[in-house]
C-alpha cells in the first residue's frame, strides 16, 4: 500500500483560511467516497474531524470541511486559530478492506 | 462512556513477541468497527488493519504473516499479536473503534512498544 500524497507543512494567519491537499490513485481517493482527516496535537492521539469526504463527527467545528475531485482530497480550514496548530493526517479507504495514511501535514498558525 | 484502552506494551528484543489488547468500555467489540494504527516517533501514522462485525480481519503488507489481529467477545476485547519483531516495529500502537450509525470513532492514548536489544 502506498502512502497518500500531502505538503509536509501549511501555514496561515488568524481568521485565514488554508487547505491542505491529499493526493492519491485511482485504487484509493479516486474509487472511493470514503476520506477521513485527522488532527494531532503534539504528543496525544489522532481525533477524527471528517469522514466519508466531507462528513463531520458531532462536536468538530464547521470551520473544519472536506471536499474531493478525482485522486485527491482537501482539507479547509476557515478562520484560522491558535488551536488549530496540529499536525493533520488524511486517510482514504483503498478497497478489499484496507486503508492507507497520508504522511501528514504540519499547520503553522503564524 | 465509550472509549478503549490499550495496554501490553514494552520492551522486547528483536525477533520476539508481545501481544497487545485493547479494552473496549461502553460498547461492544463485535457491534464496532475495530482497527489498529501504529506511529513511530516523529513519523506519521501507519493502518495496520482492522477487525470488522464478523471478525474478519486484513493486515498491511508491512505487518502480514507477522502480526494477528483477534478479538475475543467474551473479554469485549481486540488484540494485537506481534512475532518476529524488528527494530523498525518500534512505536506507539493504538486502537479505534469506528461506529457507523453514530457517525464517530474513538482512540485509545495508545501503547508504547520498543524493540530493541
Known amino acids: 500500500q502506498s502512502t497518500l500524497t500531502q505538503p509536509a507543512s501549511v501555514s496561515g494567519s488568524p481568521g485565514q483560511s488554508i487547505t491542505i491537499s491529499c493526493t492519491g490513485t485511482g485504487s484509493d481517493i479516486g474509487a472511493y467516497e470514503s476520506v477521513s482527516w485527522y488532527q494531532q496535537h503534539p504528543g496525544k492521539a489522532p481525533k477524527l474531524i471528517i469522514f466519508h469526504v466531507s462528513g463531520r463527527p458531532s462536536g468538530v467545528s464547521s470551520r473544519f470541511s472536506g471536499s474531493k475531485s478525482g485522486s485527491t482530497a482537501s482539507l479547509t480550514i476557515s478562520g484560522l486559530q491558535a488551536a488549530d496548530e496540529a499536525d493533520y493526517y488524511c486517510n482514504s479507504y483503498a478497497g478489499s478492506d484496507t486503508r492507507v495514511f497520508g504522511g501528514g501535514t504540519k499547520v503553522t498558525v503564524l | 462512556e465509550v472509549q478503549v484502552v490499550e495496554s501490553g506494551g514494552g520492551l522486547v528484543q528483536p525477533g520476539g513477541s508481545l501481544k497487545l489488547s485493547c479494552a473496549a468500555s461502553g460498547f461492544t467489540v463485535s457491534g464496532a468497527g475495530m482497527s489498529w494504527v501504529r506511529q513511530a516517533s516523529g513519523k506519521g501514522l501507519e493502518w495496520l488493519g482492522p477487525?470488522?462485525?464478523?471478525?474478519?480481519?486484513v493486515h498491511a503488507e508491512s505487518v502480514k504473516g507477522r502480526f494477528t489481529i483477534s478479538r475475543d467477545d467474551s473479554k469485549n476485547t481486540a488484540f494485537l499479536q506481534m512475532n518476529s519483531l524488528e527494530i523498525e516495529d518500534t512505536a506507539v500502537y493504538y486502537c479505534?473503534?469506528?461506529?457507523?450509525?453514530?457517525?464517530?470513532?474513538?482512540w485509545g492514548k495508545g501503547t508504547t512498544v520498543i524493540v530493541s536489544s
Open positions: 479505534t473503534a469506528w461506529f457507523e450509525d453514530l457517525r464517530m470513532e474513538v
Open positions: 477487525i470488522g462485525g464478523n471478525a474478519n480481519t
